[in-house]
Nanobody
Framework: QVQLVESGGGSVQAGGSLRLSCAAS????????????MGWFRQRPGKEREAVAV???????VYANSVKGRFTISKDNAENTLHLQMNSLKPEDTAMYYC????????????????????WGQGTQVTVSS
């Protein structure tokens, strides 16, 4: 089955940058990964998990308003890896960041809710200090 492993988290000063990666494995065919809807979510302590950025099989991308203009989501189909480039980081970006994927193939559309995703990574911590 599909497995997702995040990496790239760490501690950074406000205004700095981090690049998160999500390595996906278990897809039987490369086309299955290419056709997947995937996203980055984050969860602050004591808060609900929220979508940060999502991307569908057609390249449609939607960002949370709080990160628009600062974060960039991308899929490296050759490496089956999802990335989140995080620039101009703010203390309020501090959270556990999770990579997620829907089970459906040929996935199209915007999915912003936790229960719409079937596969999750273990998370990677991002801490931004002022």
């Amino acid at each position: 089955q599909v497995q997702l492993v995040e990496s790239g988290g760490g501690s950074v000063q406000a205004g700095g940058s981090l690049r998160l990666s999500c390595a996906a494995s278990g897809y039987t065919y490369s086309s299955a990964y290419n056709s997947a809807c995937m996203g980055w979510f984050r969860q602050r302590p004591g808060k609900e998990r929220e979508a940060v950025a999502v991307i569908d099989s057609h390249g449609l991308i939607v960002y949370a308003n709080s990160v628009k203009g600062r974060f960039t989501i991308s899929k490296d189909n050759a490496e089956n890896t999802l990335h989140l480039q995080m620039n101009s980081l703010k203390p309020e970006d501090t959270a556990m960041y999770y990579c997620a994927a829907r089970a459906a193939t040929s996935c199209s559309g915007v999915f912003l809710f936790e229960n719409q995703y079937n596969y999750w990574g273990q998370g990677t911590q991002v801490t931004v200090s002022s």
